[in-house]
């Protein structure tokens, strides 16, 4: 998504019995998708959660392009495997990733990818996590629960990460200390609420993280 022009392929002519070339344009991205000139550095943000909590939303709301996605539609044979409590009305779920990219200043940009949130595809998270400088878990104050196994997995390998708490509007409202002791988290994590469906709300969780991680690395050098 990110070629900054399109490229050309050459091959044989049409016909038979001759040898003239021709030239095929492979179209490149929109205009307003091509990666700005003055881009000198790129993090990779991996954007965390269970099911149903907002993470294809986020992506969507926030991305400067157009995001890559990879739902598909719910079926009986998920019924009794995954919790779906809090999104019965849900659809469409993904199976492998969603992509976005934003920029937070002309230099740096975001990569953004979204992971499956139904434990049988957490698997996938692996590939996704490697790179990644840091993460955005996010949390429904209605299934915290399954919160408690995402927050270890980044633990476990090391990733910052922030909380992000989607307030849904039948979801039960919290004082953020009482929220950090629900998910043992330790005084520096950041928590913030949000409402993922509005680009400016999505955009400030992720400048949360980059000010935590520009102070861990102060705080290392």
């Known amino acids: 998504m990110d070629y900054r022009s399109s490229d ?20 490149g991205p929109r205009a307003e998708e091509r990666l700005p000139d003055t881009v000198t550095s ?15 939303t986020m992506v969507g709301s926030v991305s400067e392009i ?20 809090g999104s019965d009305t849900k659809t469409a779920t993904t199976v492998a ?13 975001l990569y953004l990818f979204g992971t499956p949130g139904q434990e049988r595809f957490w698997f996938l998270w692996n590939g996704l996590f490697e790179g990644a400088l840091g993460a955005v ?17 980044l633990e476990e390998r090391g ?11 039948d979801g039960p409202r919290y004082p953020t200390e009482e929220l950090r002791h629900a998910l043992d988290l330790d005084s520096y994590v950041p928590i913030i609420d949000c409402d993922v ?16 991680l520009h102070e861990m690395a102060l705080h290392r050098a």
């Open 137 to 153: 878990v996010l949390v429904d104050t209605r299934r915290l629960k399954v919160s408690f196994d995402v927050i270890g997995r």
């Open 159 to 169: 990733v910052p990460f922030v909380i992000a708490n989607n307030t849904f509007p």
């Open 42 to 56: 790129a993090v990779k943000i991996v954007i965390v959660g269970g099911f149903g909590v907002g993470k294809t």
């Open 66 to 85: 157009r995001p890559l996605t990879t739902e598909e539609t719910m079926t009986q044979a998920g019924i009794g495997v995954d919790d779906n409590y």
């Open 197 to 212: 469906r509005r680009r400016a709300s999505s955009r400030e969780v992720l400048l949360t993280l980059m000010r935590f």
């Open 97 to 109: 990733m969603d992509f976005g990219r934003i920029g937070i200043t002309e230099e740096l940009v």
């Open 8 to 27: 050309s392929a050459t091959g044989p002519g049409p016909g038979t019995g001759t040898d003239t070339a021709t030239t095929v344009h492979i179209p």
